[in-house]
């Protein structure tokens, strides 16, 4: 067993509820082998206003968060990433998948080039109190992708911690690239010192998948529905402490998905699912996790800020009647631990 968080049961449960928040800090190595830089370059230029104006509303509200990123963001150019390869590469078997071929093309800098590198963005979240940065993994690595193996993915890793103790930085969670969460692949992290994961949502339409599943459209379909409709439950978590093996599964409960023009009249709507959730969590001393990138509030900014504000004064309610924590997964996982 390797699932310490588990849906609402019988397990013991704490006195007071946690929201947590994990970001998926990742750039243009994100979404590469997807879109554009025509198409999504304005979002992706668009995270270094993103990331000063998050942790503005982080400071203002107390709120502590987990920044998951891509190990590549911590160079300062394209010689500094070319010397620092692992020493295996994923092989995966649909070539695209894989951003090493595509090193080359790179510019020089962070100055020159944005869409890559982001030392400057590391250093200002980790002088902020409460924020942990935790790993993407080395290079956005797709771990239920055909090809790759698990080898590849311990270089992968090693690298990771590697370049953070670089930073001075002491990896302690990591977010699976697409929540492809490959259970043979744990016991790798918790060697290199990994003590929590983002696990998935246990409803079936949030089940990991690769490039080429089959189903990939209509799961997608279900949980933009369920960002809405209440088509999987509250989605909170109970501890158990009986089941406290490393390294420890913190499920996501909500993926927060950006502003829409297009569904603009539909806010409230999204607002009050993510509120009723947080409430459910904080009534039963459960733990709600919400998520997103950077990148996805790289265009209307003002609309997404206040969306999330209006979700922190939510939980400055909860808080305040409840007694609601904010914790980021580090955090959890050592209390859980020291329990």
Partial sequence: MITVIKPCSSTTQRSNGVFMISLDFELYWGVRDKLTKEAYGKNILGVRSVIPAVLKLFKQYHIHATWAIVGFLFFKNKGELINQLPEQLPNYEDKNLSPYPYIDSLNSSEFEDPFHFSPSLIKIISTHLYQEIGTHTFSHYYCLEKGQTKAEFEKD?????????????????????????????????????????????????????????????????????????????????????????????????????????????????????????????????????????????????????????????????????????????SELSHMILSQ
């Avoid at 002491?170 to 259970?183: A, D, E, H, T």
């Avoid at 339409?205 to 088509?231: A, E, G, V, W």
């Avoid at 406290?244 to 927060?256: G, M, Q, V």
């Avoid at 509030?297 to 007694?323: P, Q, R, T």
């Fill in 157 to 329: 890793l090693e690298k990771s911690v590697y370049i953070a103790k670089q930073h001075n930085i002491n990896l302690k969670s990591i977010v699976f690239p697409r929540n492809q969460v490959n259970s043979e692949y744990l016991s790798i992290c918790k060697q290199l010192g990994i003590t929590s994961y983002r696990g998935n949502n246990p409803g079936w339409f949030y089940q990991p998948m690769n490039h080429s599943s089959i189903t990939k459209n209509l799961k997608r379909c279900f949980r933009y529905i369920d960002s809405y409709l209440n088509l999987s439950g509250h989605n909170t978590y109970k501890i158990d402490h009986q089941d406290n093996h490393l390294p420890l599964n913190l499920p996501a409960s909500r993926f927060l998905r950006p502003y829409s023009k297009r569904f603009r009249f539909f806010e409230s709507i999204r607002l009050n699912r993510i509120c009723s959730e947080l409430t459910h969590a904080a009534k039963t001393g459960e733990i709600y996790h919400l998520w997103w990138h950077p990148h996805n509030f790289g265009i209307n900014l003002d609309e997404n800020i206040l969306f999330l504000e209006k979700i922190f004064i939510h939980f400055s309610k909860l808080k305040k009647k409840y007694g609601m924590e904010s914790m980021n997964m």
